[in-house]
């Protein structure tokens, strides 16, 4: 039997990891780590038995000790709780769910301990991809991505050893505001910014999908996971979310992996490779679908993917920058203080007034969201 950990646990991925832990019935979970829902991670922690959870902060975490007396798990909480969870002692894998660059030094943990990673916190590869991918090939772990898209080019890429991509072809929907100019999207709501035409996705991934942030921070995890330069990803917008991405190789072939907009499909994916097993669900049905379609993606109304290009060129802190500037300005746009449009702006002035620091340490790294968050604040 499988032992998992799962970071995020409450979150979007996180109940939907537990949703293919469920149907299959063949997977312990040792730990489960959530931020503040403990209504819900208490639900869970009754129906997995792990034997740990933590909270993020020590005032929930003691009110869930009180709610699950009656229960064998141990409650933590804080960073140390959450390294904690990520490296478990019987976990063979560990989910990282959990939304920002939080993740960075628990999964740094749980490879230390010899985890292979089910990797859905995409901040992780952004910020720290140069320590992350060498650590992983010197402690001999696994990096498996749960990412829809990027778990299509690691599908295509299976088995295709000794014939590397020469092109990733990153396809991306497009998000709501498609064929919008800047002047249309001036007044753009936060329901309207939540309404993703095609994916269910929490709340900042789906902000990040409407401005294009997303395929940015996608196409710099990319550069990490399948060892290519940026000028190797091309970013696709297919409208259909049909085809979940591609890869061309050095004769002109191109594999692509196509599947119903489904989370669950990635995602047992990454617990069971390389077994496939079967997956309930609706499927494909050409005959109905009519046509798969292709765009340009528009980098003049929708900056933040040049900008993410930009950012990881540069390399160095940059990536940080571009990251943290954007959790800033999303939180900051969910709370309706900023305009929608001032995203991008944030983003782009962030990125300005920083000056790059090459082949950062984790410590450097979160004294650059630091410095983002504190020069943000002060605009």
């Given amino acids: 039997m499988k032992r998992i950990s799962i970071l995020g646990s409450t979150g979007s991925i996180g109940t939907q990891t537990l949703e293919v832990v469920r149907q299959n019935g063949d997977i312990q979970v040792t730990a489960l780590a959530a931020g503040s829902n403990i209504e819900k991670l208490e639900e869970q922690i009754r129906e997995f038995r792990p034997a740990l959870a933590c ?7 003691a009110e869930l000790r009180v709610r699950t007396a009656d229960l064998p798990v141990r409650i933590v909480s804080g960073m140390e709780g959450l390294i904690e969870a990520a490296a478990e002692p019987s976990a063979d894998l560990t989910v990282t769910a959990v939304v920002g660059m939080i993740g960075i030094r628990p999964t740094i943990a749980a490879m230390e301990a010899g985890k292979d990673i ?10 720290a991809g140069h320590i992350i991918m060498p650590l992983a090939q010197k402690l001999g772990v696994r990096i498996l991505p749960v990412d829809s898209e990027h778990s299509a080019i690691f599908q295509c890429l299976h088995g295709e050893n000794q014939n590397p991509a020469s092109r ?11 064929g919008r100019t800047r002047e249309q999207m001036r007044g753009i709501q936060v329901e309207d910014a939540l309404k993703h035409p095609n994916w269910t996705m929490g709340a900042k991934i789906t902000i990040d999908s409407s401005t294009m942030v997303n395929k940015g921070l996608e196409v710099m995890e990319a550069r990490w996971l399948f060892d290519v330069d940026f000028d190797q990803i091309q970013v696709v917008v297919q409208p259909q979310s049909v085809i979940h991405s591609m890869v061309e190789f050095a004769d002109g072939a191109v594999m692509a992996q ?10 047992q994916y990454a617990l ?3 077994e496939r097993r079967y997956l309930a669900g609706e499927r494909l049905d050409f005959w109905s679908l009519n046509q798969i379609t292709f765009e340009k993606p528009d980098l003049e109304n929708f900056p933040g993917l040049a900008l993410a290009y930009a950012a990881g060129r540069t390399g160095g802190t940059m990536p940080t920058v571009f990251n943290a500037a954007n959790e800033y300005a999303v939180r900051e746009f969910l709370n309706r203080r900023i305009s929608y449009l001032e995203i ?14 090459p ?20 605009r």
């Fill in 258 to 267: 196509l599947g119903t907009p489904d989370m669950k499909l990635p995602i």
């Fill in 272 to 274: 069971y490779y390389p």
């Fill in 359 to 378: 082949d950062p340490s984790v410590e450097e790294i979160l004294e650059t969201e630091a410095f983002v968050y504190d020069f943000l604040e002060s």
């Fill in 55 to 61: 909270v993020w902060q020590e005032e929930k975490a």
């Fill in 344 to 357: 991008t702006e944030m983003i782009q002035a962030a990125m300005e007034r920083h000056a790059p620091v």
């Fill in 118 to 127: 089910a990797l859905a916190n995409k901040e992780t590869l952004v910020t």
């Fill in 168 to 178: 990733i072809l990153l396809t991306a929907s497009g998000g709501p505001f498609r």
